[in-house]
C-alpha cells in the first residue's frame, strides 16, 4: 500500500499528520507513506528528521498576508497541482490524506483529477479554509468535534478526534505519593507571551500556597530567567524552561494544566484526562480556539479566560481557587477524559487503509 499525507505548515496540521502516519505503519508495517508539504512551512523542519519521505510542491498562504501576496499565491496555485501531478504519477498512492495547510489544497485537487481516493483530516471544531473547500469533493471527512462548521456531508463524515502524539498516551513510570498541587504551564512550543505575564505578575497571591503547589513552565526563548527569578521571590518551587522535551512526562506529572485551546492541546488534555484552564490565543483564525474551548467547557472538563482578562489576575485566582477545592480538579478531570479520543489516529489509518484496499 501507499498512502500520502499533504499538508502542514504549523504544527496544529502537522502533528497530528505525524501520528496517522505512523499508525498506518503500526497498522501495516509495509505501508508507504510520503508527505507532500511546502518549503515555508514547518514540514519542512520536522520530517526530514523522521522516518519519513516528503516532497514539496509550490504553495502558500494567504490569510494576514498583503493583497499583493495573495494574488501571488492565486497564481502559483496551477503550479502547485501539476507538481502534484508529477508526484502522483511517480508515488502511484492508493489513497490520498489532506491535514490542511498550505500544500493540502493543490495536492488533493490533483487526487482527485487522478481519481485516487481521498479524505481530509479537520483538527477544529471551525473548518479551515482549504478544508472547508474540499470537504463537498473528497470520500471521507475526518472531524474532531461533534459540533464542527460548517456542518461537513452527514454520509462522508465520521467523528475521529484528533490525532496525538503515541509517546504521550505511554504508561507513566510509578511515582511517589504525590505532595500538592502539580501545575503544568506551556503555550506551545514559541511559550505564550501573555500567559507567562499573568503568572509572573501575581505570584505573590500564590503565597500562601506555596508549601502545597509546585510548577512545571516552559516560557519560549528567552524568558526562562526572568520567570524563574519570579517563582524564586514568591518561594514557589517551579522547573522553568524553553522548551519540554518530554511532554508524555510532564502530562502525566500534571494535575492542572493552563495552556491556550489549541485543537492538539485540547486532544492531549482529554486523552490523557487532565483538568485544565485554557486561554484562547485572541487572534485565532475564526476564533476557533474560543469554539474549541467552549465545547469543553460545556462538559465542565476545562475552565475558559478570555486572554484580555488575564492582567486582572484572573488566572492565578482561578489556580488559587482550584487548588483549595481538590474535589474540583477530579470532577475536571473525569469530564476531561470522558470526552478523550486517544485511538484518533488508529481511526483514521484503518479507514485510510481499508480505502487504499478498496482501490487497490
Known amino acids: 500500500m501507499r498512502v500520502i499525507i499533504a499538508g502542514g505548515g504549523t504544527g496544529g496540521h502537522l502533528f497530528p499528520a505525524l501520528a496517522v502516519a505512523r499508525a498506518v505503519r503500526a497498522e501495516a508495517p509495509e505501508t508507504e507513506v510520503l508527505f507532500v508539504g511546502a518549503r515555508q512551512g514547518l514540514e519542512a523542519k520536522i520530517i526530514p528528521s523522521t522516518e519519513f519521505p516528503i516532497r514539496f510542491i509550490t504553495a502558500r498562504g494567504m490569510r494576514g498576508v498583503k493583497a ?27 489513497v490520498a490524506l489532506g491535514v490542511g495547510g498550505y500544500a493540502s489544497g493543490p495536492t488533493m485537487l490533483a487526487a482527485l483529477a487522478m481519481r485516487i481516493p481521498t479524505a481530509i483530516q479537520e483538527q477544529n471544531s471551525v473548518m479551515g479554509a482549504t478544508n472547508r473547500a474540499l470537504a463537498r469533493l ?137 483538568a485544565a484552564i485554557v486561554v484562547p490565543y485572541p487572534h485565532a483564525v475564526g476564533d476557533h480556539q474560543t469554539r474549541n474551548a467552549e465545547v469543553l467547557a460545556a462538559r465542565g472538563a476545562v475552565r475558559v479566560i478570555p486572554d484580555s482578562r488575564l492582567r486582572n ?3 492565578v485566582q482561578e489556580i488559587t481557587e482550584l487548588a483549595e477545592n481538590p474535589e474540583q480538579l477530579v470532577k475536571m478531570a473525569a469530564n476531561s477524559r470522558k470526552l478523550g479520543r486517544p485511538q484518533a489516529a488508529r481511526s483514521i489509518a484503518r479507514e485510510l487503509l481499508s480505502m487504499a484496499g478498496s482501490h487497490a
Open 68 to 94: 499583493t501576496n495573495v494574488l501571488r499565491a492565486i497564481l502559483e496555485i496551477p503550479r502547485g497541482i501539476v507538481e502534484s501531478l508529477f508526484i502522483l504519477r511517480d508515488f502511484r498512492p492508493h
Open 138 to 274: 473528497v470520500d471521507r471527512v475526518f472531524i474532531s468535534w461533534e459540533k464542527t462548521e460548517p456542518q461537513p456531508p452527514q454520509g462522508k463524515t465520521k467523528l475521529t478526534g484528533n490525532p496525538i502524539r503515541g509517546d504521550l498516551t505511554a504508561p507513566a513510570q510509578a511515582e511517589p505519593e504525590r505532595e500538592g498541587l502539580h501545575v503544568l504551564v506551556f503555550g506551545g512550543s514559541q511559550g505564550a507571551l501573555s500567559i507567562n505575564a499573568a503568572i509572573t505578575n501575581s505570584l505573590d497571591q500564590l503565597k500562601p500556597l506555596a508549601d502545597r503547589i509546585s510548577f512545571v513552565h516552559q516560557t519560549g526563548r528567552g524568558r526562562v530567567e526572568e520567570t524563574l527569578r519570579a517563582y524564586s521571590d514568591a518561594g514557589i518551587h517551579a522547573d522553568v524552561v524553553e522548551f519540554i522535551d518530554d511532554m508524555g512526562a510532564a502530562y502525566h506529572w500534571a494535575d492542572l494544566v493552563v495552556c491556550r485551546a489549541g485543537a492538539s492541546s485540547l486532544a492531549e488534555i482529554t486523552a490523557l484526562g487532565k
Open 313 to 315: 489576575g484572573a488566572l
